[in-house]
């Protein structure tokens, strides 16, 4: 299926768009070339309104292009049905990216708006196009006729996944089985569309406001001022106010001594789309859920979960379960042993009372301090922002010999992103790199990557991606930068890992790619490895003051708690991997109440009250855009990039021949083949689970 028709409904986590208002082709900037650098958005003058009246051209264009292939009275051949696919909606997939791109990193009420009018429109485009019988027919012929055809490996792949992908989207369906799917598809999409809206509303509440100074006994000074800013922004002068974005309640959690307080907060994050208020998810999942029963129950397939993983390098859910248990129980075992530690300070201190969800994070604090001698508060200054991102430059620099080059003569849509571009040591373009890091009311929680344009070459023509990585981390306070935590300086290097897989991407046809959802976040997870290594932490830990290098001391602490907190971050994650499970492998269409389900779900694992799963039904948008039936792969895919990683400890940590393998088999080339046989090429040998166990302190 093309990647353009199925944007949307990967962009849509990204909550979207605004009735457009009277507007001409004249000055409408979608439908004029862009000359700006690398014909980049020129988002100054990109409105809210552009957006309706270019979709709809688009789904015309589109539709016309499809009709010419349709009607092209020559033998069905590559060229003349797949290559033209590939370059067909060309205009379409230029709104929509970055409409999705705003969508999910700078909405409004406008966009909001759009988005409610198009994502019908857009529904149904997918649909004329996956069940047209006449485009199928000529499909079928070149896949009947694939072994004659004198294919490359890539074409080859190509035709495979657009049979493929029309047979799953149901082309053999009869008329009344395609009018049930769109009818499904349809209200599937607008429900998904309302989930995003009602998580972003219920992310960027303020969960907890102190008007009382004793009660930021504690939190340090930073964490303070952060809350006063907020206050004020939110119009409350005087007082300091707690978000339900991690980096505002995240430290509240780490360091406030006001349990009851932290218990306030916790639960406010913990029930978004929980609250039974207008943005209440509860019966939106349940739908959800069952529709997509229904759906794979038209297609031919007893479950959800059984259409997704056919795709995926887990093939079926026997398979995933075994894995998530075969983690399950070195990581509940272990997150016992440190839930005990944290109580016996609690008694040592005369608590007098049980360890509880809210207080992981407090306590494990100080587990930290009394068995490491460290804390979070002491690594902070080694990582301002704009370090790690420049070591991070780095490690991709000193792996495949790139460069990055700040650019500010390319338009950003907010004054918080940064421009790089990006080109090979000789000076060869390869794309453009946005970053945009910091949590604002118009951003969806969470980090990610996309892109305005993806990397193509139909008929020698080379076009260049342009590439995004939005985060919410840690803002600048009052007379200080931004300063990370380690798990944000992860989640950056995580992010720029997914960015190098989409700048260093050498295909000919985009569109017919497809890549495991269990193999998506090797690229990822893989830069990961290199955040703290010490000789990589001496290149971006400065202190944000002083410039002076992260000691050896202090990379040694961090060294020796590498496995702390690996049973608590597991379970959590674990946890929500099997929600995403039990959810997806409901074979009827009843529909559940969510609460209860969750409840059932995790007392069959034995979930320790002690921790809470990382996402709950209700706020569990990967469960619901893009990842359903596939959340397990970050965990699978963390045994392949400890794996990979491997390779480069068993030479040198910047190994260049172990890096251009790297990038040729898997980055460049991912979606093209098989994946396990991409894999295969780059480390000779299938991957192996040791190395994740032995990372984990799992083994």
Do not use: C
């Not at 949590?439 to 008929?459: E, H, V």
């Not at 001391?553 to 995403?580: C, H, P, R, W």
């Amino acid at each position: 299926m093309k990647k353009n028709i199925f944007l949307l409904s990967i962009m849509i986590i990204i909550g979207t768009s605004a009735l457009a208002k009277s507007d001409t082709k004249n000055d409408n900037p979608f439908f004029k070339k862009w000359k700006t650098p690398y014909e980049t958005p020129p988002f100054n003058q990109i409105k809210p309104e552009h957006f309706l009246p270019a979709f709809q051209e688009g789904i015309k264009l589109e539709k016309n292009e499809i009709d010419a292939i349709i009607n092209n009275n020559q033998k069905p051949s590559f060229k003349n049905t797949i290559e033209a696919l590939e370059k067909s909606g060309s205009f379409l997939d230029r709104v929509n990216r970055v409409f999705g791109g705003l969508s999910g990193a700078n909405t409004n009420e406008e966009l909001q708006k759009i988005a409610r009018t198009i994502t019908p429109m857009l529904s149904k485009q997918r649909d004329d196009i996956s069940l047209n019988p006449k485009l199928f027919d000529r499909i079928k012929v070149l896949y009947a006729e694939r072994d004659k055809l004198k294919l490359s490996p890539e074409q080859i792949t190509v035709l495979d996944n657009y049979y493929t992908n029309f047979v799953r989207s149901g082309a053999n369906l009869n008329d009344e089985g395609k009018e049930k799917l769109r009818k499904i598809n349809e209200e599937l999409s607008m429900l998904s569309l309302k989930f995003s809206e009602n998580s972003l509303k219920e992310t960027n509440a303020i969960g907890l406001v102190i008007d009382n100074k004793d009660d930021l006994a504690g939190l340090p000074d930073d964490v303070v001022k952060a809350a006063a800013e907020l206050a004020r922004s939110k119009k409350m002068e005087g007082k300091w106010a707690f978000s339900l974005q991690k980096p505002s309640f995240i430290p509240f959690l780490q360091y406030s001594t006001k349990r009851d307080l932290r218990e306030k907060l916790f639960k406010a994050y913990v029930n978004r789309g929980n609250n039974h208020n207008e943005y209440d998810n509860n019966k939106i999942v349940s739908r959800i859920t069952s529709l997509r029963v229904s759906r794979a129950n038209l297609l031919g397939y007893k479950t959800h979960a059984d259409f997704v993983l056919e795709r995926n390098m887990a093939k079926n859910s026997g398979a995933v379960y075994n894995f998530l248990n075969l983690l399950w129980k070195p990581a509940i075992k272990r997150a016992n042993a440190e839930a005990a530690d944290m109580q016996k300070i609690i008694d040592a201190e005369h608590g007098n009372f049980k360890l509880a969800a809210w207080d992981w994070w407090y306590y494990a604090e100080k587990v930290k301090k009394e068995k490491y001698a460290l804390d979070e508060s002491m690594l902070r200054p080694y990582f301002k922002m704009e370090n790690v991102r420049a070591g991070a430059f780095e490690v991709a620099s000193k792996l495949y010999g790139i460069k990055f080059k700040e650019r500010n003569d390319i338009q950003v849509y907010n004054p918080d992103v940064k421009v790089f571009e990006v080109t090979e040591a000789g000076g060869k373009h390869i794309g453009i790199f946005y970053s945009d890091y910091f949590p604002r009311d118009g951003k969806r929680s969470g980090a990610w990557s996309s892109g305005f344009r993806g990397q193509s070459n139909i008929g020698g023509k080379f076009i260049t991606p342009l590439v995004y990585n939005v985060g919410n981390f840690s803002k600048p306070t009052g007379d200080k930068p931004a300063l990370l935590s380690i798990d944000e300086v992860n989640t950056l290097f995580h992010e720029l890992g997914h960015a190098l897989n989409s700048l260093f991407s050498n295909t000919t046809y985009p569109g017919g790619k497809s890549v495991p959802r269990d193999f998506v976040e090797l690229p990822s997870q893989i830069m990961e490895n290199w955040a703290l290594e010490p000789e990589v932490l001496k290149m971006y830990g400065k202190h944000y003051q002083t410039g002076k290098t992260i000691p050896d001391e202090l990379i040694q602490k961090i060294e020796n708690a590498k496995l702390f907190n690996q049973g608590f971050e597991t379970v959590e994650y674990l946890a929500a991997s099997f929600l995403d499970m039990d959810w997806h492998t409901l074979a009827d269409t009843n529909e559940r109440d969510v609460q209860k389900f969750e409840h059932d779900a995790f007392a069959k694992i034995g979930l320790i009250p002690e921790i809470e799963t990382r996402y709950q039904s209700t706020n569990f948008s990967h469960m619901i855009q893009g990842y359903s039936a596939g959340y397990y792969s970050y965990i699978w895919a963390a045994v392949l990039d400890a794996d990979a990683f491997q390779a480069f400890k068993e030479t040198t940590l910047f190994d260049r021949k172990t890096a251009a393998a790297f990038r040729n088999f898997v980055l460049a080339k991912s979606g093209t083949e098989d994946a396990m046989t991409l894999y295969k090429k780059f480390r000779g040998r299938e991957p192996k689970v040791d190395a994740l166990l032995i990372r984990r302190g799992l083994n």
